[in-house]
Antibody, heavy 126, light 110 residues
């Protein structure tokens, strides 16, 4: 049974960047998409973006365009989220999740998120 | 810009059935049958309970069912149990490799 192991909690100053990792244990990212979802305190889930390592294609929610970068290392089955220009509103739990990528029609893919990491708390404070 | 709207809260008594709606505003939401539902307990990661509108992952109780008509997807929980008390989130593919979550619904079992 695959598990997604995320890096530890981070405390960052406003204006800085954070990089969170997500490693698949007991499985790989072959044929899968890796998605990042965040949840601010007391709020709902927010899809940030997804990357399909097999095709090295990343897609981002419009809200985060230009501020977020997703990457993945297939050799270590690890995905990464980097968020820059941090502000207090970015304080949240950041989850990675994996989903089997199914092509709808080129270059569009669909996946549902069946395996989730435990979450990484990122606190932005001066 | 698509948006998914859920009621903030619903409640029901043990044994009853409840339905949580998820209404989309974009045309792609109505076109694609790619809606998922997640259950989330406090301090825990979300758990997939429904995918592709109405399919259940292995191990999920058949008390959970999903449906979709036009621009509204629904999650129904039958035979409500105390352990069902949690937050429920809908999620949908909305085109161009983009996904979106609803605002979440808090279910209270009375």
């Amino acid at each position: 049974q695959v598990q997604l192991m995320q890096s530890g909690a981070e405390v960052k100053e406003p204006g800085s960047s954070v990089k969170v990792s997500c490693k698949a244990s007991g499985g790989t990212f072959n044929n899968y998409a890796v998605t990042w979802v965040r949840q601010a305190p007391g709020q709902g889930l927010e899809w940030m973006g997804g990357i399909i390592p097999d095709v090295i294609t990343a897609h981002y929610a419009q809200k985060f365009q230009g501020r977020v970068t997703l990457s993945a290392d297939k050799s270590t089955s690890t995905g990464y989220l980097e968020l820059s220009s941090l502000r207090s509103e970015d304080t949240a739990v950041y989850y990675c999740a994996r989903g089997l990528a199914t092509i709808i029609y080129h270059p569009y893919y669909y996946y549902y998120l069946d395996v989730w990491g435990e979450g990484t708390t990122v606190t932005v404070s001066s | 810009q698509s948006a998914l709207t859920q009621p903030a809260s619903v409640s029901g008594s043990p044994g009853q059935s409840i339905t949580i709606s998820c209404t989309g505003t974009g045309s792609d939401f109505a076109y694609y049958n790619y809606v998922s539902w997640f259950q989330q307990n406090p301090g825990k990661a979300p758990k997939l309970i429904i995918y592709d509108v109405s399919k259940r992952p292995s191990g999920i109780s058949n008390r959970f069912s999903g449906s979709k008509s036009g621009t509204t997807a629904s999650l129904t929980i039958s035979g409500l149990q105390a352990e069902d008390e949690a937050d429920y989130h809908c999620c949908s593919y909305v085109g161009s490799n983009i996904m979106m979550f609803g605002g979440g619904t808090k279910l209270t079992v009375l």
